[in-house]
C-alpha cells in the first residue's frame, strides 16, 4: 500500500480498490478474533456480532475501547476502538460493511483512514488472543511498523536470539 499511497493525515481520506480490498480482509480477521476473545474470556458467550462482541468486551475487557497504537513512521496515532458504544459500531467497520455490500453507492469509505484503523484494531485483537504470548514476549519477531502506546509496554524479554516485548494487557 505505500508503494502506492503516503499513509500520512493529508491522505486519510484518499480510497481505491486496493484499500477496499485490504479493509474488507482485516476487518474479516477482527470478527474472527473478537469472536474467539468473547470465548476465551466467557466460555459461555454466544456473541456472534459487533454488537454482541462490544456487551462482553464492555464487561469484561473494558481497556480495550482506550487501546491506542503508533505507526511512527508517519507519526499516526490511533485508536480503533475509541468510537464503539453499545449501539454503535467503530466507524471502520461501518464503512467495511457499507464497502462490502453497497460499493456502489460507498466506495470512497474505502479510505486510508478506515484501512489503517482496521489494521489497528487487527493488531490489537491478535494481542488479546494471544494474551500469554504478549504479555511473556513471545510475540516474535517484533512489529516494526505498528507498535502500542507506552502504556502497554511492560520491559523486554531476551528470547533466543532477539529480545522480545512484554506487553502489559
Aim: net charge positive.
Amino acid at each position: 500500500m505505500t508503494r502506492y499511497i503516503e499513509p500520512c493525515k493529508a491522505n486519510q481520506e484518499t480510497y481505491s480498490h486496493e484499500l477496499a480490498r485490504l479493509l474488507v480482509a482485516a476487518a474479516s480477521e477482527v470478527d474472527v478474533l473478537l469472536k474467539s476473545i468473547c470465548t476465551k474470556i466467557d466460555v459461555d458467550s454466544k456473541a456472534s456480532s459487533v454488537g454482541k462482541y462490544e456487551t462482553v468486551l464492555r464487561d469484561k475487557l473494558p481497556q480495550i475501547f482506550d487501546f491506542k497504537v503508533h505507526i511512527p513512521r508517519w507519526g499516526l496515532k490511533l485508536k480503533p476502538f475509541e468510537d464503539w458504544g453499545k449501539d454503535k459500531s467503530p466507524a471502520w467497520w461501518t464503512a467495511c460493511n457499507k464497502v462490502k455490500h453497497h460499493r456502489d453507492t460507498h466506495f470512497a469509505q474505502a479510505s486510508l483512514k478506515n484501512t489503517l484503523n482496521s489494521f489497528a484494531a487487527l493488531y490489537i485483537t491478535n494481542l488479546y488472543y494471544h494474551k500469554e504470548l504478549a504479555e511473556n514476549a513471545g510475540l516474535l519477531p517484533i512489529q516494526k511498523l505498528i507498535r502500542a502506546d507506552d502504556a502497554y509496554f511492560n520491559g523486554t524479554t531476551f528470547v533466543d536470539i532477539e529480545f522480545g516485548i512484554n506487553y502489559a494487557l
